[in-house]
């Protein structure tokens, strides 16, 4: 595909930056990578899997004279961020994100974008559970979706060309309204989540069962959850603060449906359970049919080995 930024400057390097820059050096996509996040110990680890090419603790001088600025921090971090790089942005650059709240980002975000820059907010949805620079891994996005939320207004061809970025990366990319995508992510994301972690605190706080019990009998179902529970704290939190209505809107249909399974189990209702469940299951399947899961680690992607 060949270069499509000459310069990016990545701020937050974390399981998404980290995997981002790997990527876009691995496929050329990109000249040179700043790198910058607030704190030493993670520069330094993202720095010792050589991620980018310039390295700093200051994101002002990270986004100098770049041509894609991509903000890779919580949700709750993005604006005093942003305010901090607006006045060192070059002009016709264009600055996007990696947030699974579009409403919020657009809310609070657009206003500080100055005139000439190019505000395409994104969501890549990739991940795993772990965090940080050597969670990060190159083909994280491949066969994964890519969400942009543009307003109407901003050029296309600044748009494109994020497009073709995040194509170069390995995702399928959708153009989607921001309100939208907020409550599409809010039951398929954000929703199973908050459920996960409830049950899986429900289980700590368990007295007639043990601790160990839990950990030695754990069926595959448990496990699952408990692997969506390990997701990073902080940038839950900001998810659910951030994306408030469309999870609320979201948990009270589920609520309605849990009471409906509750009846049908006290009742003995056999046909409402096997119906339920005989839907639900070709869900999975169109899921799995969709090439979106598979029972493999981190969705069966390859990593790295010693001798590539």
Known sequence: MGIIFEKIAIIGVGLIGSSIAQAARIKGLVGQINVATRREETLEEARSINVGDAYFLNAAEAV????????????????????????????????????????????????????????VPGHPMAGTEHSGPLAGFPQLFEGRWCILTPEEDVARSAVEKLVQFWRGLGSDVELMDAAHHDMVVAITSHVPH?????IVGTVDDLESVSKSEVIKFSATGFRDLTRIAASDPVMWRDVFLTNRDAVLEMLGRFSEDLSVLQ???RMGDAHALEDLFTRTRKIRRSIIDAGQETDATDFGRAHPTAED
């Open 64 to 119: 100098v004279d770049a041509d894609l600025v991509i903000l890779c921090v919580p949700l709750g971090a993005l604006e005093s961020i942003t305010q901090t790089i607006v006045p060192h942005l070059k002009t016709g650059a264009i600055l996007t994100d990696v947030g699974s709240v579009k409403g919020h980002v657009h809310k609070v975000l657009g206003p500080l974008v100055p005139e000439g820059i190019h505000f």
């Open 194 to 198: 908050l459920v996960a972690y409830n």
């Open 263 to 265: 009846r049908a189990v």
